[in-house]
């Protein structure tokens, strides 16, 4: 059997809304609520919470990235003819430079991304489990939105000590500019001079001179590889045990749910519907119960024992109930830790009863789409006809009253302390 040890919460009630550093010792007196908003989740949920509630500014940073394009450059030509003189015929050609600047270009095809995608399907869990965009199995209790952790009657003043028992820095948003500078232009001038000929006719040929920079293009392929893991978990339905006891179905019967701890069971399976009992409750009087695996039991004194673990199918808040006027005679419920071994009458999620009084039960839990709890039920019938009713609402706002795909097996039966009826020791 498992020991789990409660973390005591002391609360202090600080009159300062928003304070500048907690309280003396709050921070050691509350170790427990801080060391869980560092943890929620990844710290991500408490940063943002806390960077909210207590109003810190973003500081903005600028930085500035001068460009400066290259140089370039112009050529300018000049071409002089030379005057005729008498009694000399002068042919004069000049040279000159004619530069052709291409720039090299360098061009970038799409790059080519692959995906690859592994999934990973579990079919049975030790222990609860969280959804994440890296799958882990975590540790019990982890994980929590931060307004979850802090406790719902704490004040103002206590929700900004234990906020700034986390040491926020301050956010900080860079802006990236980006200045161009102007264009250096260099002209470069070339002068053709001549000298006259007086005496003899002198033809001077020279040639021009073409400089060309080629244009070259380089081609680069990106290729990314992205390797997508998730986790899925399948569905298979609840695990239960069947015990026999004596209370009658009235409120001063005794009935404890610690009667059934150590019990020998009668009987042992899995069904996907926690919704069973008599076929035409409540007028049916054959006092036959069928569950969904087809097995079927006398109504009269008996129990059905189940656990597993609770599947989120969507992201949001989770209702749990069961209507006092439909169950028949008792409904007991657990959850998160309570639900391995540790469950009785103190700490049940709801504890209802159909017999000379009715009382319902409901719990509300929010849960992350892959999310799965760990979840111990109670069912048992004080004679005659009997039914469960175990109704769930959803995120969306559907109300199912049947719990088909929302519950998965324990690896081991060992893990909720509960051995099958043919193993049990005397």
Not at 58 to 79: A, F
Not at 351 to 365: C, H, I, L, S
């Amino acid at each position: 059997m498992r020991s789990y040890i409660a973390s005591a919460l002391v609360l202090l009630d600080l009159a300062a809304s928003v304070a500048a550093s907690p309280p003396p010792n709050f921070c050691a007196t509350n170790a427990a609520v801080v060391a869980e908003l560092k943890s929620a989740p990844n710290a991500g949920g408490a940063t943002a919470y806390c960077s909210s509630y207590l109003s810190i500014k973003t500081s903005t940073k600028t930085t500035t990235v001068t460009s400066t394009p290259k140089t370039t450059t112009t050529t300018k030509s000049e071409t002089v003819t030379n005057p005729t003189q008498t009694a000399t015929s002068t042919t004069t050609k000049y040279t000159g430079t004619t530069t052709t600047v291409i720039p090299s270009v360098t061009v970038w095809d799409a790059a080519t991304s692959t995906k690859y995608t592994s999934t990973t399907v579990l079919s049975c869990l030790s222990e609860e489990y969280y959804a994440t965009a890296e799958p882990a199995l975590k540790k019990r209790g982890a994980g929590k939105p931060a307004t979850s952790i802090i406790p719902k009657t704490w004040n103002s003043g206590q929700r900004s000590s234990v906020c700034s028992c986390l040491s926020i820095p301050t956010p900080t948003t860079t802006y990236k500019k980006t200045k161009t500078a102007v264009r250096p232009t260099a002209t470069v001038t070339v002068t053709s001079t001549y000298v006259p000929v007086t005496t003899t006719i002198t033809t001077t040929v020279k040639t021009w001179t073409k400089h060309v920079t080629s244009t070259s293009t380089i081609t680069s392929t990106s290729t990314t590889t992205e390797c997508v893991v998730s986790t899925s978990i399948q569905a298979n339905g609840i695990a239960y045990h069947v015990y026999e006891h004596t209370f009658t179905a009235t409120a001063d019967s005794g009935f404890t749910s610690t009667f059934f701890k150590g019990k020998d069971a009668i009987g042992q399976g899995s069904v996907n519907d926690l919704n069973f009992g008599a076929a035409n409750w409540p007028d049916d009087s054959t006092a036959v119960l069928t569950l969904d695996d087809q097995t079927t039991y006398t109504n009269g004194y008996i129990a059905l024992l189940f656990n597993g673990f609770f599947i989120a199918q969507e992201t949001g808040e989770y209702t749990i109930s069961t209507r006092p006027d439909y169950v028949d005679n008792w409904g007991y419920l657990w959850t998160e830790n309570a639900a391995y071994a540790d469950w009785d009458d103190t700490n049940a999620r709801w504890k209802a009863e159909r017999t000379n009084v009715q009382v319902g039960g409901e719990y509300k839990v929010y849960l992350t789409k892959g999310d799965a709890k760990p979840l111990t039920y109670l069912w048992a019938n004080g004679g005659g006809i009997g039914q469960s009713d175990f109704q769930i609402e959803t995120p969306s706002g559907a109300i199912l009253h049947h719990t088909n795909g929302y519950f998965v097996q324990a690896c081991d039966a060992s893990i909720f302390d509960t051995l099958p009826y043919d193993q049990q020791e005397d």
